[in-house]
């Protein structure tokens, strides 16, 4: 078993680090997004033979842009949408962008802050006991 891997690499690497993991075989796994207090932390992933290897970059919260990876990886379009719904991370150049459109919510950006977004409550809810179906039990 090895260890995995976690690279810390810039936006201006990060081409050309996919465009190798892509001609060494690698399989993309997943792409993350998390809300740091300082910045905006996207991680990269790839597998080859049960090996991940994770390209991480932190951009500052001022400069929220990241070139497309779709050109390397088309599976990568409900990543990097969701990256910008719910972020509000630009990403250049996407082969499939939904323009803001794949999740509708009722705050912009809802996962792009560290404030805590809280909603209306919803009016609460009935409780109603189940149905009991009638017996089917034989009747002596």
């Keep these: 078993m090895t260890a995995d891997t976690i690279e810390m690499i810039t936006r201006e690497t990060l081409l050309d680090r996919?465009?190798?993991?892509?001609?060494?075989?690698?399989?993309?796994?997943?792409?993350?997004?998390a809300?740091?207090?300082?910045?905006?932390?996207?991680?990269y992933s790839f597998d080859l033979a049960g090996h991940m290897?994770?390209?991480?970059?932190?951009?500052?919260?001022?400069?929220?842009?990241?070139?497309?990876?779709?050109?390397?990886?088309?599976?990568?379009?409900?990543y990097e949408n969701e990256m910008h719904d719910l972020f509000g991370i630009n990403v250049h150049d996407m082969a499939v962008d939904f323009k803001g459109n794949l999740y509708k919510?009722?705050?912009?950006y809802p996962l792009g802050s560290t404030k805590v977004v809280c909603g209306k409550p919803d009016a609460p809810v009935k409780?109603?006991?189940?149905?009991?179906?009638?017996?089917?039990?034989?009747t002596n």
């Design 53 to 78: 290897i994770s390209l991480r970059i932190l951009l500052p919260p001022d400069d929220l842009n990241i070139p497309s990876v779709s050109s390397i990886y088309a599976c990568v379009l409900l």
């Design 105 to 108: 919510t009722s705050v912009k």
């Design 127 to 138: 409780f109603q006991a189940p149905v009991q179906p009638p017996s089917t039990a034989p």
């Design 18 to 33: 996919v465009r190798a993991m892509r001609a060494q075989g690698h399989r993309l796994v997943q792409i993350s997004a």
């Design 35 to 43: 809300r740091l207090p300082d910045s905006m932390e996207l991680t």
